[in-house]
């Protein structure tokens, strides 16, 4: 995701996207240069990142279409003095590119207080908060990211539990179109990734939402479940200063190809 910025309530915040780089490796943004990195784990089909939680899927150049998933929106645990984020996104991209077309919600913390809302974002514009959509917690969302043709995107994210929704239109040069996720991610100021908001677990998934067809891709043109593509890659948020520290672990994907979850570990950074 590509949006934290310090001031509270305020948009347009800095997505650390984790481009495939060697451990330790850094990454330049316009913002500044910000550490992280994604390296294959110790299992077939994992990585890990400073930033990201959950699953990708991977194609050739121009390949990926669409996305689609849902999730219950989860409470955050604050902490008096303490601040914390924590987004939930589906997405186009970031994996291994430099755009990233995607909308989600955010469990965060200023302090003792939490709060909950819905946003979307075409990387490296600046993030738009959904005014128009009020979050709460326990809420099933769904949202989607579909490549309409040319250079244009188009992002709908729903509240199905208050039958609101909204969708944006726009272009994004030299969109990759490699990847798509459903993740959850620790967001990022100018100045490295933010502290994780204590969300415990949220689901994303049929098994969790019963919204149908939900968690799925098109690559290729062919559409299937996450848990039906060869190169879904599981990935585990780790801490910038080590690698061993998690901050935030999958589950493994169901056994319907639908569903998992994401777990908190540790705020990080």
């Known amino acids: 995701m590509a949006r934290k910025n310090l001031a509270w309530g305020v948009v347009g915040l800095l997505v650390v996207l984790p481009w495939l780089l060697a451990a330790g490796a850094t990454a330049s943004t316009a913002a500044g240069t910000v550490p992280f990195f994604l390296t294959h784990g110790a299992r077939s089909g994992s990585v890990s990142s400073t930033n990201w939680a959950g699953y990708a899927v991977t194609g050739a150049k121009g390949s990926v279409s669409n996305v689609n998933g849902s999730w219950v929106q989860p409470t955050a645990t604050c902490t008096s003095g303490k601040s914390g984020y924590a987004a939930f996104w589906v997405g186009i991209d970031g994996y291994s590119s430099r755009t990233v077309e995607q909308t989600g919600t955010d469990s965060d913390c200023k302090g003792s207080t939490p709060s909950y809302y819905a946003w979307y974002e075409f990387y490296p514009n600046p993030s738009h908060t959904i005014s128009g959509l009020k979050i709460s917690p326990g809420d099933t969302i769904s949202a989607q990211v579909h490549f309409l043709g040319g250079a244009k995107f188009k992002v709908t994210l729903t509240d199905v539990t208050t039958g609101k929704s909204s ?16 993740i959850a991610e620790a967001p990022s100021s100018v100045s490295g990734v933010l502290p994780l ?21 098109t690559v290729g043109g ?21 690698a061993t520290t998690v901050k935030a672990l999958p589950s493994a994907i169901s056994s319907d190809q639908t569903s998992f979850s994401v777990t908190w570990k540790s705020a990080g950074p």
């Open 167 to 182: 969708s944006t239109t726009a272009s994004v040069r030299n969109a990759a179109r490699t990847s798509a996720e459903w």
């Open 197 to 217: 908001s204590d969300f415990g677990t949220v689901s994303f998934g049929y098994d969790s939402t019963s919204v149908a067809g939900t968690n799925a891709a």
């Open 222 to 242: 062919t559409t299937a479940y996450l848990g039906g593509f060869s190169t879904a890659v599981a990935i585990t948020m780790v801490s910038v200063s080590s």
